[in-house]
Nanobody, 122 residues
Protein backbone atom coordinates (compact mmCIF):
# COMPACT_ATOMS: atom_id res chain seq x y z
CA UNK A 1 0.00 0.00 0.00
CA UNK A 2 2.75 2.42 1.02
CA UNK A 3 6.38 1.75 0.23
CA UNK A 4 9.28 3.65 1.78
CA UNK A 5 12.69 3.46 0.17
CA UNK A 6 15.76 4.76 2.00
CA UNK A 7 19.18 5.55 0.61
CA UNK A 8 22.38 7.21 1.70
CA UNK A 9 23.73 4.94 4.41
CA UNK A 10 27.33 3.83 4.51
CA UNK A 11 30.59 3.54 6.39
CA UNK A 12 32.18 6.76 7.61
CA UNK A 13 34.73 7.86 10.16
CA UNK A 14 33.87 9.69 13.33
CA UNK A 15 33.25 13.36 12.70
CA UNK A 16 32.08 12.89 9.14
CA UNK A 17 28.61 13.42 7.68
CA UNK A 18 25.99 11.50 5.74
CA UNK A 19 22.69 12.46 4.18
CA UNK A 20 19.91 9.91 4.29
CA UNK A 21 16.99 10.13 1.88
CA UNK A 22 13.56 8.55 1.91
CA UNK A 23 10.80 8.57 -0.65
CA UNK A 24 7.30 7.21 -0.12
CA UNK A 25 5.20 5.80 -2.92
CA UNK A 26 2.13 3.68 -3.47
CA UNK A 27 -1.52 4.28 -2.78
CA UNK A 28 -0.92 7.29 -0.57
CA UNK A 29 -3.85 9.52 0.33
CA UNK A 30 -2.21 11.73 2.92
CA UNK A 31 0.93 11.52 5.03
CA UNK A 32 0.84 13.35 8.36
CA UNK A 33 4.32 12.63 9.71
CA UNK A 34 7.59 11.39 8.24
CA UNK A 35 10.82 10.76 9.98
CA UNK A 36 13.64 8.50 11.02
CA UNK A 37 14.17 5.88 13.66
CA UNK A 38 17.26 3.77 14.28
CA UNK A 39 18.09 0.45 15.83
CA UNK A 40 21.55 -0.50 17.03
CA UNK A 41 22.52 -4.11 17.50
CA UNK A 42 20.93 -5.54 20.62
CA UNK A 43 18.94 -2.40 21.36
CA UNK A 44 15.33 -1.38 20.77
CA UNK A 45 14.35 0.89 17.91
CA UNK A 46 14.45 4.55 18.91
CA UNK A 47 13.27 7.84 17.50
CA UNK A 48 15.87 9.99 15.76
CA UNK A 49 13.82 12.79 14.21
CA UNK A 50 10.37 13.42 12.80
CA UNK A 51 8.59 16.21 10.99
CA UNK A 52 4.89 16.81 10.67
CA UNK A 53 2.90 18.05 7.72
CA UNK A 54 2.56 21.32 9.58
CA UNK A 55 6.32 21.65 9.86
CA UNK A 56 6.82 20.71 13.49
CA UNK A 57 10.02 18.77 14.12
CA UNK A 58 11.09 16.52 16.96
CA UNK A 59 14.57 15.22 17.73
CA UNK A 60 16.14 12.76 20.11
CA UNK A 61 18.28 14.58 22.66
CA UNK A 62 21.32 12.63 21.52
CA UNK A 63 21.18 14.05 17.98
CA UNK A 64 19.40 17.41 18.09
CA UNK A 65 22.58 19.47 17.89
CA UNK A 66 24.09 17.35 15.10
CA UNK A 67 21.28 16.07 12.86
CA UNK A 68 18.74 17.98 10.80
CA UNK A 69 15.55 16.66 9.27
CA UNK A 70 14.10 18.24 6.15
CA UNK A 71 11.89 17.44 3.24
CA UNK A 72 8.49 18.01 1.75
CA UNK A 73 5.78 15.78 3.16
CA UNK A 74 3.36 16.94 0.48
CA UNK A 75 5.80 15.36 -1.98
CA UNK A 76 6.35 12.32 0.26
CA UNK A 77 10.05 12.88 0.77
CA UNK A 78 12.20 13.33 3.85
CA UNK A 79 15.92 13.70 4.44
CA UNK A 80 18.21 13.40 7.42
CA UNK A 81 21.45 15.35 7.44
CA UNK A 82 23.76 13.70 9.95
CA UNK A 83 26.81 15.68 11.05
CA UNK A 84 29.64 15.06 13.50
CA UNK A 85 28.84 11.37 13.50
CA UNK A 86 29.92 9.29 16.47
CA UNK A 87 30.50 5.55 16.79
CA UNK A 88 27.38 5.38 18.97
CA UNK A 89 25.34 6.57 15.96
CA UNK A 90 26.05 3.21 14.31
CA UNK A 91 22.68 1.59 13.60
CA UNK A 92 20.19 0.65 10.95
CA UNK A 93 18.22 3.78 10.14
CA UNK A 94 14.56 3.30 9.23
CA UNK A 95 12.34 5.73 7.41
CA UNK A 96 8.91 6.14 9.00
CA UNK A 97 5.64 7.52 7.71
CA UNK A 98 2.26 7.92 9.38
CA UNK A 99 -0.68 8.46 7.15
CA UNK A 100 -3.58 7.03 5.19
CA UNK A 101 -4.08 5.32 1.86
CA UNK A 102 -6.56 5.86 -0.94
CA UNK A 103 -8.28 2.62 0.12
CA UNK A 104 -9.19 4.08 3.51
CA UNK A 105 -8.49 7.80 3.76
CA UNK A 106 -9.88 8.01 7.29
CA UNK A 107 -7.57 5.41 8.78
CA UNK A 108 -3.99 6.31 9.62
CA UNK A 109 -1.30 3.68 9.92
CA UNK A 110 2.45 3.53 10.45
CA UNK A 111 4.72 2.45 7.62
CA UNK A 112 8.38 1.53 7.67
CA UNK A 113 11.18 1.26 5.18
CA UNK A 114 13.57 -1.67 5.11
CA UNK A 115 16.38 0.34 6.64
CA UNK A 116 19.80 1.60 5.65
CA UNK A 117 22.95 0.80 7.59
CA UNK A 118 25.06 3.61 9.01
CA UNK A 119 28.40 2.56 10.46
CA UNK A 120 30.71 5.05 12.13
CA UNK A 121 34.26 3.97 12.85
CA UNK A 122 36.37 5.55 15.56
Amino acid sequence: QVQLVESGGGLVQAGESLTLSCAASGSIFSIRVMGWYRQAAGKPRELVATMSRGGRTEYADSVKDRFAISGDITKNTVYLQTNSLKPEDTAVYYCYAYGSTKFDPNYNNAYWGQGTQVTVSS
